[in-house]
């Protein structure tokens, strides 16, 4: 993954809007979801999504495809992947990551 594609999904996810919007559509799973349903899961103006859906779009991590008379949005799970392998590339230089239960902590 370019390191330009890197700067531009986590641009587009520096929002809340779109990242409710995003973690909303993961949740979906590969249905995805249409923009009528976003509006009504996330409270958001219709002409306000469609702006962020754009946005999300052009980063990369979410598709878009036409079923009939629908837009279905979908999470596009190889760009979270890479985008989550590339920040987790060298974790902890090699070592072992502390467990996700630390008694010390």
Known sequence: MEEQDIVRSLAALAQPVRLQVFRALVVAG???LTPGALV???DVPAT???FHLKELAHSGLVTQERSGR???YRAA???MNA???YLTENCCQGEACL???CASC
């Open 70 to 72: 629908n837009l279905i």
């Open 77 to 79: 799970f190889g760009q």
């Open 40 to 42: 009504e899961a996330l």
């Open 48 to 50: 306000s999504l469609s």
């Open 99 to 101: 467990p996700q239960a």
């Open 30 to 32: 590969p249905a995805g």
């Open 83 to 85: 985008l989550i392998g």
